[in-house]
Nanobody, 127 residues
Framework: QLQLVESGGGLVHPGGSLTLSCGAS????????IGWFRQVPGTSEKEELA???????????YYADFVKGRFTIFRDNGKKTVSLQMNNLKFQDTATYYC?????????????????WGRGTQVTVSP
């Protein structure tokens, strides 16, 4: 059973940067499409669509409009992880961030299309 683990969350000042990583012990994520989702404080569900996603081959990426130009999703083949580089963080980016994996290598943006989920990592943007 594929179990995803996110890491890299933390407290950062506005304008700062963080890099989140998504990995799976004993598994390579090479053939899985990976998406990053988030759940903001005070809400009961994750945001409707992925904030960023990457295809299994890493040739296609997707970004929500509100993160374009600030976030970058990429595969680290050496570490067998998928990372989300987040720059110029804003207060509105405060959330729990989740990675998800789909056995279908095509890029996915809807949460219902992912079979595996991590437990999340907290990102707090605060002065």
């Amino acid at each position: 059973q594929l179990q995803l683990v996110e890491s890299g969350g933390g407290l950062v000042h506005p304008g700062g940067s963080l890099t989140l990583s998504c990995g799976a012990s004993g598994f390579s994520l090479d053939s899985y499409a990976i998406g990053w989702f988030r759940q903001v404080p005070g809400t009961s569900e994750k945001e409707e669509l992925a904030i960023a996603a990457i295809s299994g081959q890493g040739t296609r990426t997707y970004y929500a409009d509100f993160v374009k130009g600030r976030f970058t999703i990429f595969r680290d083949n050496g570490k067998k992880t998928v990372s989300l580089q987040m720059n110029n963080l804003k207060f509105q980016d405060t959330a729990t961030y989740y990675c998800a994996a789909s056995r279908t290598s095509n890029i996915r943006v809807g949460p219902g299309l992912y079979e595996y989920w991590g437990r999340g990592t907290q990102v707090t943007v605060s002065p």
